[in-house]
């Protein structure tokens, strides 16, 4: 007869193991992956709540101090405003899971690592071998499809390896929640380097403007990469058939492009209800409800599974 192990540690269990579909878990591991993890989604809110806060406090204080920034100066201030996103996030989320945090080196391993495979890949992939700005703008369909196909697919497959590839095999990720937890982490270094490089590439950026660029880019990719971290959370505690995993990938990518596509019209004149013009605040109130509605759906979609599970449970013992 074949060992038994669990499918999280790795470590022997008896043939009397707890198992969840063909998977055999040990005691601890059994237990946890049925967590809800409320300070996951008690950091989720407050991301959400901290970057709108974080926007217009920027946007005040600029108004008010006005400051009269210049070369090395306006650079330097606009990289702070990229590195704030995640610091928000990461503040939120280690206050509220102080009883079993999450280790830092592993979350931070992934931040970086998203941040890398942005610079690395995703930027130079749509930028020199696709040069999407050279054809986006040709038709609203050419523009919709291209940022759907082509920019949406790049960033979620990108954010989706620095999870799949890296925590994802090891005994650390050992809840469902932790997909999304790492997702957003995968994500938030994703837009993080995204945001360094506009400002770089614009010696500097109007900080009134800029931060809502900033804070649109966050919770949008730490969003769509909580999507396919949920996808992620299943399919490592559950038998999902084999296209589980891509079609988890398809979806972020079709929401990425969708939210690509609406954000940039909403902006500009096509569909911006102050009636042309440029116009950074449509784009960031679409992002904070994106935002909201989809980890408040991974909220609910994980609290079901867990509920399936643990009821499952409750029946095998009768």
Same mark, same amino acid.
Request: glycine fraction near 12%.
């Given at each position: 007869?074949?060992?038994?192990? @669990?499918?999280? @540690? /790795? ?5 009397? !193991? ?7 878990? @040990?005691?601890? /591991? ?9 300070? !996951?989604?008690? +950091? ?49 989320? #280690? ?9 830092? $080196? ?39 499809? $291209? ?29 469902? +929640? ?19 490089? #506009?400002?770089?590439?614009? $010696? ?43 079609? $988890?990938?398809?979806? +972020? ?43 408040? +759906? ?6 079901? !599974? ?8 409750? !029946?095998? @013992?009768?």
């Amino acid at each position: 007869m074949s060992e038994i192990i @669990c499918c999280v @540690c /790795h470590r022997s269990v008896g043939p009397e !193991a707890k198992r969840i579909g063909g998977r055999a878990y @040990c005691e601890r /591991h059994y237990a946890k992956v049925s967590q809800d993890r409320p300070s !996951a989604w008690r +950091a989720g809110l407050g991301h959400i709540l901290g970057q709108v806060v974080f926007v217009l406090l920027v946007v005040a204080l600029v108004s008010l101090l006005k400051p009269t920034l210049t070369g090395f100066s306006l650079v330097a201030a606009g990289l702070v405003l990229a590195l704030v996103p995640a610091l928000i996030w990461l503040v939120f989320f #280690y206050q509220q899971d102080r009883l079993e945090p999450e280790p830092k $080196g592993y979350v931070l391993s992934v931040f970086i690592l998203g941040a890398l495979l942005a610079q690395a890949v995703g930027i130079p992939l749509l930028e020199d071998v696709f040069d999407v700005s050279g054809w986006l703008p040709i038709s609203p369909w050419v523009n919709l499809l $291209g940022s759907i196909l082509v920019i949406g697919f790049t960033h979620e497959f990108l954010k989706y390896a620095a999870v799949r590839y890296s925590i994802y095999p090891s005994a650390e990720f050992d809840e469902r +929640a932790d997909g999304i937890v790492y997702g957003t982490a995968a994500g938030l270094g994703y837009a993080t380097m995204l945001n360094i490089n #506009y400002v770089v590439a614009s $010696g500097g950026v109007n900080l009134q403007v800029g931060v809502i660029r900033i804070a649109v880019a966050a919770l949008a990719h730490a969003s769509f990469a909580g999507l396919s971290g949920y996808f992620l959370g299943r399919a490592k505690f559950e038998d999902e058939p084999v296209w589980w995993l891509p079609s $988890g990938v398809a979806l +972020a990518a079709v929401l990425n492009g969708l939210f690509t596509y609406f954000s940039g019209e909403l902006t500009t004149t096509r569909l911006s209800l102050a009636g042309g013009g440029f116009n950074p605040w449509p784009g960031l109130i679409l992002a904070a409800i994106v935002a909201g509605v989809t980890f408040g +759906a991974l909220f609910y979609l994980i609290r079901r !599974a867990n509920k399936l599970t643990l009821a499952g449970a409750d !029946a095998g @013992c009768e």
